[in-house]
């Protein structure tokens, strides 16, 4: 496995100031729990008002803190002065997310110029064990600060 | 275009009970605001602790009622006493989710006695004009109620 | 629905020179049916050597002429001297391609400077009646001519 | 990682016998390199007729080989008298597939009696090194002998 080298020396920072920024994770009560040059996981404790009708994490939940894990997770080999735009994401509901916190972890699998393909996976902590209960893969753009993201996208 | 036929005359009160159980619907104020044989829309009004780190709603928030608005379509025509599975989606992310209202608009594509595949459109209000900021793609699972949902998926 | 206006011109030759150059295309047997700005069709005839293990057309097969069509779609929309490559694409096989002949056709979604979206929808032609076996969607880049595909992607 | 535990004690001469009938292998002279419980492999040489306007190998016969790994990935698990479709597949192709060979490797990720959930990545072979060309993920389903394909999906 491709080790990265982050860009930026100063990306922990950055990628934290950006996480404390994104108000619906506060929302959520998502805490940042790792990061790594390409890499990021994020944890979201269990509430009522996060479920769906069975009273399961809701998948759209779920792809919440994936889709900002991957995000951070090609943040942090972003140059300085850039932004992050998700571009898509594919995501397998695999097992039912029911437990007491549920856990995404994000790694890149190619990071470019201008595109960064990542990986994740999201687990779902049980009685005490973890279970797989999301896959998926996600695009991310990199923007220089100057540009409109609503022009380059 | 093909019509679909619902095949539980119930299928308006069944769906809504079930969106009422969706507790997240409830936390993020999401409405539902259409509903008929194969099709569902969801409205979410702009509030700050949705957002992501430029102000706009987080993907992950256009997600989760892109999400609700595909099981509910393919919903209005499963059968009575059978539950649904969002199995896997894909979102593509077209536009920056700037505004003050976010709808998503769902259609069934195939209705199948295990799978249904679903479309769905999220479009942002802004100025008082719609526009386009996310496109996707949904296989939903039907599941009859006598059945684990976790041994069948 | 918006209209695309062409970037170039002369865009219906460049994407007529650019499919000729796809040598799999011939293998195949591949036809370009439609051209207009932001949209294109290809459709293939049945051949026995085409087939996976039903005698049906295999979904990589069927997946190969929407990869196509959604990339020239976008292609129509690019400036002179730029390049196409698919970034990403998710398909759904929603029914057998059980038939005389399959065609693809792709229209754009969203054209961005970098990034295009495309929608598209794959149609087996059975008995004189053509029914829709798969629907997907695909992220399509366009690189300026002078930049290396492999520094930029 | 789970190990998975084959329900068919003679999988690999059922998988061998399904991949005999995908004609389309044989027109692109692809071959079955690697059969495992949940895990198979399929390779791929150049030909100049396998290629999209670069000279590379075609997004769409990447994909190709790819479905068919991941279908049989999952095959190896299923029950004797059991069919195999692909629902469907997302696939990013994260660096151009230029060389003498290409090399699907797919994964079971989660086996459920309906659906089973694969992972897929494809090499590609330049001058003596694998690179990695893209990376997908595929939902596969299992259909009973006796069921129509047609009306399970």
Do not use: W
């Not at 979201?44 to 792809?63: D, K, S, V």
């Not at 803190?65 to 002065?81: C, H, K, M, V």
């Not at 994401?89 to 699998?109: C, D, Q, S, W």
């Amino acid at each position: 496995m491709k080790l990265h080298s982050p860009l930026d020396p100063d990306f922990l920072s950055r990628v934290r100031e950006n996480f404390a920024k994104q108000q619906v994770m506060n929302l959520l009560e998502a805490r940042l729990i790792h990061l790594a040059p390409g890499e990021c996981a994020i944890a979201l404790p269990y509430r009522e008002n996060l479920t769906q009708q069975h009273g399961y994490f809701h998948a759209g939940i779920t792809a919440t803190i994936a889709d900002s894990a991957g995000g951070y997770a090609a943040f942090t080999l972003f140059p300085p002065r850039s932004n992050v735009l998700s571009v898509e994401f594919k995501i397998n509901l695999i097992a039912p997310a029911n437990g007491e916190m549920i856990t995404a972890h994000a790694r890149v699998v190619k990071h470019g110029r201008t595109l960064t393909v990542v990986e994740f996976d999201v687990f779902v902590l049980r009685d005490g064990e973890e279970h797989r209960c999301a896959i998926g893969l996600q695009t991310v753009m990199c923007v220089p600060e100057k540009e409109k993201a609503v022009v380059v996208q």
